[in-house]
Every structure is written in structure tokens, then in C-alpha cells.
């Protein structure tokens, strides 16, 4: 219960009802755009793969602006895996997140579904593996633009940057258009598990779907630890670590007793919803934790 107890606060409800409405909206308007309207007509044209592209990206950035500051903007389990592997957020508080998401795309895939009509409708925007390339190809294409979207989160949002300018929610969005241009024709280009679990599971049509859960997530860990751990460390990881950690008389490291050290206020940086942080509102742009 220890693990939970965070989450019984208003602002973390508050906060998993964002990803909730933000997933909505988002899988609402994206995978209308996948609609093809002239499906009745006797030599439909192909899907605009760029208004596609498009409208996946804008709608991500315009949510990340939206609901940066309310709940992390993740809008993406692979998003919020990735900030549990990099300690940003409890796992309890993710288990909440990624259920909100998927809900979120449920419904958002829906509402598409009651709105348009069945002439029209096709597949509804679910993501489909392409019979030209292999599965284990699919699963590879789908971790290599999610670990893209996942790098471009940590980078757009590391604290520790002054060198940042512009919206961090539209560098975001540019990530998930350009996923989208290069991987709908291998895979549908999902980046995101939820966005495919909901169409999926409105018209259960779940084949080959274990690749953008296993795809998507393995890419966005090993993106957030590649740039936590790796590229732009912490440099006071080492000395909260010795704060943990000490070496006893034989030589081995033990976890020192959570009263007997002194962790300085905000010196882990995490999200913790029940006592948000006071920032510099110019900062704002680099604390938004976000993505497809």
C-alpha cells in the first residue's frame, strides 16, 4: 500500500483524468484523419499520407500544450514507461496513467466509430503490419521511430538544457510527423499503444497487435535511458547514489536507512503530483513530460 499512497491526492486524479481526455481527443482526431471519404466511389484515391502525418503531429503538440502542466502530457505508454525506467514517475502512479490512456483511446475511437458513417468507415485507422515485410521487421521499424519520439521528450524537456528555446510541444509534434511519413506504409506508423489498442479494440481486429506494445515500449526505454544514463547524465546522480549506497567493512554496497541521510529538497528531479515543485514560469516549456 506504501506504493499507492500517492495517489490519493486531487491533483494526481486530476492529472490521470488529463491523460484520459487528452488520449480521447487525440485518437479522436488522428484517426480521423485516416478516414478516406471517397471509399464509395468507383477508383477511390489512396490515403493522403501527409494530411495523415500531419494531423497525427499537430494533435499531439496541440495536447502536449494543453495538458503539459496538468499531467505530464505523456498521452503514450510507451512515454510513461519510459519515465518510470528513468525514476520520474512511481509505478503505481504509471499503472493508473497507462489505464487512463487506453481508456481514453477507447473511447476517442468510439466516438469515430458512432460519428461516421459504415460506407466510409474502413478499418477505422488500425494499425496493420504490411504484407511485404516480416514481423520481426514491423516490430524493429516500430521501436526505432518510438525510441525517435522518446529521445526527442527527454531532450525537448531536460531541465538541466539552457540552451532551449521555442515549444517543446511542437519539436514533439514534428517527432510523431515525421515517424508517421516514414512508417505508415511499414506498419501504420502507431509510436504509441494506445492509439492502436483503442480502434483495435472497437472493431477487435487485434492481429499481429503485440507489436506496437512490445515495439513501441522497448524503443521508448531504451531512448530514455540511452539520454538519461548515457549522453546527459545527471552529474549529481553519483553523489545522491553515495547518499543510498555505502560500503560496508566487507566491501560490499548497502542501502543506507531512509533516516539516516538528508536528500536535499528537489534535488532528485521527479513528478511528484501531491507537492508540485515552485518553477520559474520560464521553464515551463522544458518541464513538460510528454508525447504521442
Given at each position: 500500500?506504501?506504493?499507492?499512497?500517492?495517489?490519493?491526492?486531487?491533483?494526481?486524479?486530476?492529472?490521470?483524468?488529463?491523460?484520459?481526455?487528452?488520449?480521447?481527443?487525440?485518437?479522436?482526431?488522428?484517426?480521423?484523419?485516416?478516414?478516406?471519404?471517397?471509399?464509395?466511389?468507383?477508383?477511390?484515391?489512396?490515403?493522403?499520407?501527409?494530411?495523415?502525418?500531419?494531423?497525427?503531429?499537430?494533435?499531439?503538440?496541440?495536447?502536449?500544450?494543453?495538458?503539459?502542466?496538468?499531467?505530464?502530457?505523456?498521452?503514450?505508454?510507451?512515454?510513461?514507461?519510459?519515465?518510470?525506467?528513468?525514476?520520474?514517475?512511481?509505478?503505481?502512479?504509471?499503472?493508473?496513467?497507462?489505464?487512463?490512456?487506453c481508456l481514453g483511446a477507447i473511447t476517442g475511437a468510439g466516438i469515430?466509430?458512432?460519428?461516421?458513417?459504415?460506407?466510409?468507415?474502413?478499418?477505422?485507422?488500425?494499425?496493420?503490419?504490411?504484407?511485404n515485410i516480416t514481423v520481426g521487421h514491423a516490430l524493429l521499424v516500430?521501436?526505432?521511430?518510438?525510441?525517435?519520439?522518446?529521445?526527442?521528450?527527454?531532450?525537448?524537456?531536460?531541465?538541466?538544457?539552457?540552451?532551449?528555446?521555442?515549444?517543446?510541444?511542437?519539436?514533439?509534434?514534428?517527432?510523431?510527423?515525421?515517424?508517421?511519413?516514414?512508417?505508415?506504409?511499414?506498419?501504420?506508423?502507431?509510436?504509441?499503444?494506445?492509439?492502436?489498442?483503442?480502434?483495435?479494440?472497437?472493431?477487435?481486429?487485434?492481429?499481429?497487435?503485440?507489436?506496437?506494445?512490445?515495439?513501441?515500449?522497448?524503443?521508448?526505454?531504451?531512448?530514455?535511458?540511452?539520454?538519461?544514463?548515457?549522453?546527459c547524465p545527471d552529474p549529481q546522480l553519483k553523489n545522491r547514489l553515495?547518499?543510498?549506497?555505502?560500503?560496508?567493512?566487507?566491501?560490499?554496497?548497502?542501502?543506507?536507512?531512509?533516516?539516516?541521510?538528508?536528500?536535499?529538497?528537489?534535488?532528485?528531479?521527479?513528478?511528484?503530483?501531491?507537492?508540485?515543485?515552485?518553477?520559474?514560469?520560464?521553464?515551463?516549456?522544458?518541464?513538460?513530460?510528454?508525447?504521442?
Open positions: 500500500m506504501a506504493a499507492f499512497k500517492g495517489i490519493w491526492t486531487k491533483g494526481f486524479w486530476r492529472a490521470v483524468s488529463g491523460e484520459y481526455l487528452a488520449t480521447l481527443i487525440f485518437v479522436l482526431l488522428s484517426l480521423g484523419s485516416t478516414i478516406n471519404w471517397a471509399a464509395e466511389e468507383e477508383k477511390p484515391p489512396p490515403a493522403d499520407l501527409v494530411l495523415i502525418s500531419l494531423c497525427f503531429g499537430l494533435s499531439i503538440a496541440t495536447m502536449v500544450q494543453c495538458f503539459g502542466h496538468i499531467s505530464g502530457g505523456h498521452i503514450n505508454p510507451a512515454v510513461t514507461v519510459a519515465m518510470v525506467v528513468t525514476r520520474k514517475l512511481s509505478l503505481a502512479k504509471a499503472m493508473f496513467y497507462v489505464l487512463a490512456q469515430l466509430y458512432l460519428v461516421t458513417p459504415a460506407a466510409v468507415r474502413g478499418s477505422l485507422g488500425v494499425t496493420t503490419v504490411n504484407s516500430e521501436l526505432l521511430i518510438t525510441f525517435e519520439l522518446v529521445f526527442t521528450v527527454f531532450a525537448t524537456c531536460d531541465p538541466k538544457r539552457t540552451d532551449l528555446g521555442g515549444s517543446a510541444g511542437l519539436a514533439i509534434g514534428f517527432a510523431v510527423a515525421i515517424g508517421h511519413l516514414f512508417a505508415i506504409p511499414y506498419t501504420g506508423a502507431s509510436m504509441n499503444p494506445a492509439r492502436s489498442f483503442g480502434p483495435a479494440m472497437v472493431t477487435l481486429n487485434f492481429e499481429y497487435h503485440w507489436v506496437y506494445w512490445i515495439g513501441p515500449i522497448l524503443g521508448g526505454i531504451l531512448a530514455a535511458g540511452l539520454y538519461e544514463y548515457l549522453y553515495s547518499q543510498v549506497f555505502h560500503k560496508d567493512a566487507s566491501g560490499k554496497y548497502k542501502e543506507v536507512e531512509s533516516e539516516d541521510i538528508a536528500i536535499k529538497p528537489g534535488s532528485i528531479h521527479t513528478i511528484d503530483l501531491e507537492k508540485p515543485e515552485k518553477k520559474d514560469p520560464f521553464q515551463d516549456q522544458t518541464e513538460v513530460l510528454s508525447s504521442v
